[in-house]
């Protein structure tokens, strides 16, 4: 069979790991594809600089719509990244009959029903394995490998520069901004570091695993998003001492009413897997009913691990290819006649609707009853204390200090009713600060 040929839009950090990989792997590719996969044809703007990347013998443009006009062009990458162009080029791409191959979670998760709908219709593939957790396979394990499961719930920490950020926080002392400015230099970071740092990349990501673990559409736009850049150090040092640390997570589950989908910073007991996932390392458990509890960890970022992924799915193309379109693997991991009449219409609930436990922090007056005030005003909304620690306040504000730290981990809660009860404590003249909340997830 003659080789599959391959057009590469983009070739900066995640490009020129797949072209670099799939030149050294060669050989063992194609016995895996069974057919060869060339790459014949690259576009970047830096022309100069993708010909120093690919050599004299693959044809490089400075026009990505070169590569979608050539005929012999059976699959197209794209590792532009962001909303924009990229959009434009890969719904041009299925409209010319190509698969996709993209590493791109922004682009799928605000746009893909429209992509995936438009593919469909094409009869042609979307592969995206790189855009979640890189080079860990985890689209394939949700997809394929667990199949069978009714999934109960993902959590996942799904953004490497940010674990990167809160490791080096809590076991040096680093500031925020030094450990940030050393992961963009380490090219874990997107372009735009506010969306790593704010949780959006975050949510991109759990925003598609949502979508293939339930078999809704993917909604970006419901996801609850909250990044790192308001945690203190102090909160960092009181979980570890409560036996917790402090990690970004990505969050999908099955609950009564709907499909909770959110990512905030969350204290996990220490002594779990992944609360141990250090650096800008990536790590998913995912929970099926019948499989129980697994855990998929692995490098998230970088030019070859992603690398790894997006050449999977060439490799997945290429053994497709000529197959039924009705009888490829779906995008989303369900199939029927078109992609409407496989969602599910479960809807994501709101962020008042999630139950979860609390880390609570309040800064208060060092006084006595204040700390019946505030178990008081938890006691009346129902919400149930699972521990209380005070800080010394000599510690808290040096010597003589007349402030002190009360920090409070609850049992679980509805969050509307925490929005109600941090409003009425917050209000107390006793407490001096703006409370500090994080979610707390026991993840058993
Ligand atoms: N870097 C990672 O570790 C990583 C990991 C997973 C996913 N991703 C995703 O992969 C994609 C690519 O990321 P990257 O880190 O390789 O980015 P990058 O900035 O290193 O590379 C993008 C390349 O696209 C080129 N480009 C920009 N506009 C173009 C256009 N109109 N036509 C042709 N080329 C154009 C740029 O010149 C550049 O060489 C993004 O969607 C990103 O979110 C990256
Ligand atoms: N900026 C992302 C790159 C991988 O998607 C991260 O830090 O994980
Ligand atoms: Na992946």
Request: charged share 20%.
């Amino acid at each position: 069979m003659k080789p599959i040929q391959v057009g590469l839009l983009g070739i900066g950090t995640v490009g020129s790991g797949v072209f670099n990989v799939l030149a050294r792997n060669q050989d063992e590719i194609s016995r895996r594809a069974g057919r060869g996969i060339e790459i014949t044809m690259v576009a970047d703007l830096d022309v100069e600089r993708a010909k120093a990347v690919v050599g004299a013998d693959i044809q490089v443009v400075n026009d990505a719509r070169a590569i979608i006009a050539n005929p012999d062009i059976d699959i197209v990458i794209e590792l532009i990244g962001g909303y924009g162009i990229a959009r434009a080029l890969v719904l041009e791409a299925i409209a010319a009959g190509k698969h996709v191959v993209t590493a791109n979670k922004a682009l799928l998760a605000v746009h893909g029903t429209e992509i995936f709908a438009a593919a469909s219709a094409k009869g042609v593939m979307v592969a995206f394995e790189a855009a979640v957790a890189g080079g860990i396979p985890i689209i394939k394990a949700l997809r394929e490998g667990l199949t069978a499961n009714r999934i109960q719930w993902i959590a996942g920490i799904i953004n490497g520069t940010t674990n990167f950020i809160l490791s080096e926080m809590r076991s040096k002392g680093l500031d925020f901004d030094v450990v940030l400015r050393e992961a963009q230099r380490l090219g874990y970071a997107e372009a735009d570091p506010t969306f790593d740092i704010e949780g959006v990349d975050a949510a991109h990501k759990v925003t598609l695993m949502s979508a293939i673990a339930f078999g809704i559409p993917v909604q970006f736009d419901k996801a609850y998003v909250e990044g790192i850049t308001k945690l203190g150090a102090a909160d960092i040092k009181y979980a570890e001492q409560l036996g917790y640390r402090i990690k970004l997570l990505g969050i999908t589950k099955r609950a009564d009413k709907g499909i909770e989908l959110r990512v905030h910073p969350s204290l996990v007991p220490s002594k779990r897997l992944i609360a141990n996932v250090e650096g800008a390392m990536n790590a998913v458990v995912v929970q099926g009913d019948a499989v129980g509890t697994t855990l998929y960890y692995g490098k998230g970022a970088g030019s070859e691990p992603t690398a790894s992924a997006v050449i999977a799915d060439l490799v997945d193309i290429a053994r497709l290819h000529t197959a039924d379109p009705e009888h490829r693997v779906p995008h989303l991991a369900f199939q029927a006649n078109t992609l409407a009449d496989a969602m599910d219409t479960l809807p994501v609930l709101p962020m008042s609707e999630v139950v979860t436990s609390y880390y609570l922090r309040l800064r208060v007056a060092d006084q006595a009853g204040v700390l019946a005030k505030v178990t008081g005003l938890l006691a009346e909304a129902g919400v149930s204390i699972d521990a209380v620690l005070q800080r010394e306040a000599d510690e808290v504000g040096g010597e003589g200090s007349t402030q002190t730290d009360l920090i409070i981990l609850t049992h679980d809660t509805r969050e509307g009713t925490m929005d109600a009860v941090i409003a009425q404590m917050q209000a107390l003249p006793t407490v001096l600060a703006p409370i500090t909340r994080i979610r707390k997830e026991e993840l058993n």
